[in-house]
């Protein structure tokens, strides 16, 4: 095929839609050689449940061939075909399809190089026999007629809420009523899997409310939409934490979740026998036992905080406090301030409380990858989440598979071109925090913001405001030097010197969310289902070996019925859909069968 040809998009459709025929008889002849044949030899297929019910990366023919022996015949895949037009990105002919499986209706993305795949993305949008009650299926809501035994919307919500969790079993329970259990709680409702949402604060929202009032979100609202219900035209680009909270706790109600809140998860064990699980819980001072049949942790992605333990740490008279539990700023004018750690809530803590006229140090143990805000909106997420990718007619819900149709594997070679531009539009910035001491990095392959989150959820800043105040000294930096010991009333770093300290933040981030599962359930569960979320990449907190898919979110884990969901919002909003289409499967009884489950390398 010649340059000009591939430049026309009539002639970009045509090379995609004689792929998309070509697969679909390969695949209904069941003629798996003849399906390796439309692939280069690089290649990649990332499948959402439609082949293998698990969220699974094949990479390179031999795994392809290895997933559609073992998951093919069930499948029963068939009606490939183009959804749109295709287009032409480069040396690529790329579009969207959809599909139907013996039990679904998928959707995908498609990359051609030379006129075969390079990365293909299948994902289940429905389950056919049990579609969700939206648009055409909407509930009709008014009951017309005369009916003496008649139960009006609000008598029958009281009468569930009453009845769930005493009278009647939730088959799913999921602890942790924060953005991502309420998203997936949703998701559940929908697709009518009656669920307990677990949640200790008092209200929906508290989780956000409760954190250090400077806390704002750091994404902009294009990516942070909640399933169904998109924040309206005018919800800030960076909303309040507050804002955040108040509207979790509307989406709650409206989406009319079943939300235990002042509610603690004390235990959970697995029976084997009766194939459920065993959950003690005490809400408002009442013990109570529910026995659901699947669990979900949704305990927030990065699990239990980590407090570094140092010597002398029980001497010191001030306080001491991990990022989770600080306040805010208002009680600390004029008190000497220590911040642990240069990471997003440092910054963010020690900004506020530098603007409170407190005496604020940042203590940099290790480098950070910092990155400007406008400079990720523009260069990063624009083409995908941006007031113009909404224009040019990209919904969230588009933008979202696009994403996922990269492979994890190339990603960094997506990313880097974007983050090569930023370094170059922040040069005079970058220098001058790393004139100011500032230890500064890109990431171990200089792939930048997001390899660093997928491999290790930690590690970066993005700069609202913060580094200017670094830069100058108004925050004071001591970089490259940990902590020695921990005296009444001072710090003594490892080079020997001292700080003053009144007050001790330790912004030293998280454990890995199956430390959760130990503290619930018991360690020998949480070793079985191993550590949570990483790629394998071998690079800094990420150990290998390669996984392709980030460890246990989403998707089965080596513990029956236990699940993990998590992530940003964005993460949340979109694998949640999975993760609900899982659960809703079993419950219906329909058959699940799970290819490629992750082998266990790291238990934390």
């Known amino acids: 095929m010649t340059d000009t040809q591939v430049r026309t998009p009539q002639n970009a459709t045509s090379t995609v839609n004689a792929w998309l025929h070509d697969f679909d008889e390969a695949l209904q002849a069941q003629d798996i050689q003849r399906v390796l044949s439309l692939f280069n030899d690089e290649c990649y297929w990332r499948d959402f449940l439609t082949f293998t019910w698990n969220l699974k990366t094949c990479e390179g023919k031999d795994d392809i061939q290895a997933m559609l022996d073992a998951t093919l015949a069930h499948t029963q895949p068939t009606q490939w075909q183009l959804e749109g037009e295709a287009s032409e990105n480069g040396d690529t002919v790329e579009g969207w399809f959809i599909f139907k499986t013996a039990v679904a209706s998928g959707k995908g993305y498609l990359r051609l190089k030379n006129g075969k795949c390079w990365t293909l993305l299948t994902t289940m949008q429905a389950l056919d026999d049990f579609p969700e009650p939206r648009n055409h299926h909407r509930p009709k809501g008014a009951e017309h007629g005369a009916n003496k035994q008649r139960e009006t919307w609000l008598e029958a919500r009281e009468r569930e809420e009453a009845e769930l969790g005493y009278k009647q079993k939730p088959y799913c329970v999921i602890i942790g009523g924060g953005q991502g259990g309420i998203g997936l709680g949703a998701r559940l409702k929908q697709m009518g899997v009656p669920t307990i949402i677990i949640e200790r604060n008092e209200r929906a929202g508290d989780s956000w409310r409760n954190r250090y009032k400077s806390l704002c979100l750091h994404d902009p609202v294009w990516y942070d939409h909640l399933p169904y219900i998109p924040f309206p035209e005018n919800w800030p680009v960076f909303a309040p934490k507050d804002k955040v909270g108040d509207w979790l706790e509307m989406y709650t109600n409206v989406m009319e979740l079943n939300y235990w809140s002042a509610t603690e998860c004390q235990n959970a064990r697995f029976d084997e026998a009766a194939g459920e699980w065993i959950v003690n819980v ?44 600080h306040p805010g700023p208002d009680a600390y004018t004029g008190k000497k301030c220590v911040i642990v750690g240069s990471n997003n809530s440092a910054h963010d803590i020690a900004a506020a409380l530098w603007e409170h006229d407190a005496d604020v140090t940042m203590l940099q143990r290790s480098s950070t990858h910092i990155v400007k805000s406008d400079s990720l909106m523009e260069e990063v997420l624009g083409p995908l989440y941006s007031e113009e990718a909404v224009a040019s007619g990209l919904t969230h819900d588009k933008a979202d598979l696009i994403f996922a149709s990269i492979p994890y594997k190339v990603l960094p070679d997506f990313q880097r071109p974007a983050f090569d531009a930023i370094k170059q539009r922040d040069a005079e910035f970058y220098q001058k925090l790393e004139d100011a001491g500032f230890m500064l990095d890109f990431g171990d392959d200089e792939s930048g913001l997001f390899l660093k989150y997928l491999r290790r959820g930690s590690g970066y800043y993005i700069d609202v405001g913060a580094c200017d105040l670094v830069a100058n000294g108004d925050i004071k930096l001591r970089s490259g030097l940990g902590i020695e010991r921990i005296n009444p009333h001072s710090i003594t770093l490892t080079d020997g010197s001292e700080l003053e300290a009144d007050l001790i933040v330790y912004a030293t981030g998280y454990g890995s969310m199956n430390g959760w599962a130990a503290r619930l359930i018991s360690q020998e569960v949480a070793d079985k289902v191993g550590k949570c979320w990483g790629l394998g990449s071998d690079t800094t907190k990420d150990p290998g070996p390669w996984e392709g898919e980030l460890r246990n979110m989403w998707k089965p884990t080596q513990q029956e019925a236990l699940w993990f969901h998590g992530g940003n919002l964005h993460q949340s909003r979109h694998y949640s859909h999975y993760l609900a289409l899982q659960l809703k499967a079993r419950m219906e009884g329909l058959e699940t069968p799970v290819y490629g489950l992750q082998p266990v390398h790291h238990t934390s």
């Open 282 to 325: 005490k809400r408002h001072g009442e013990e109570i036992t529910l026995r659901p049949k699947q669990l979900v942790m949704a305990t927030g992605m990065s699990g239990v905080p980590n407090v570094p333990q140092f010597p002398g740490a029980e001497s010191f008279k001030g306080e001491q406090q991990h990022s989770s539990q």
